[in-house]
């Protein structure tokens, strides 16, 4: 992995000795859109997962992991958390609380450990690309690995 720079998701997976591939792509400041990946690399839709943290009623943040083409369902996610109500982050907020900017945060190495949640769409899928932990960088992995190593929780999340 010449010229690739380690990030700290990936110095997590080498850590675990979970298998994963770094891949770089050009990406565009004002078009962060997970969509892209998929087209720069040639993949389906379904195999590229966003990162999206949220926050509960209660004060907790969470993670939520769902393809690039789905949108998050508050009140899928909310029932899945056992929680009343999830709203989204302001993205002003996502570097203090993850530790990762918009369009490179990853699920994978976040500042804190926060309870994960994957949409069910994954268990369709052989591999699946999630952020590196910075923008232009995604890791492609086994969807179970990806599950095990966030102590994911597995469901429907999407509308």
Known sequence: MAGIKKTNAM???DKDKIPYEAMEYEYDE???DGHHVAEF??????????????VSDTGEYMVFCLSVDDELDLKKAARLAGVKRVELI?????LKITGYIRGG??????KKEYRTFIDEMIELVDTVHVSGG??????????????AF???TVGSITM
Do not use: W
């Open 11 to 13: 110095r997590m997976l």
């Open 30 to 32: 004002n078009d962060l």
């Open 41 to 54: 690399f040639n993949i389906p839709y379904e195999e590229v997962f966003k990162t999206l943290t949220a």
């Open 90 to 94: 302001h993205v002003k907020d996502l």
């Open 105 to 110: 945060c990853s699920p994978i190495g976040m």
């Open 134 to 147: 910075q923008r232009g960088l995604q890791l492609k992995l086994k969807p179970a690995d990806l599950i």
């Open 150 to 152: 966030t102590h994911a």
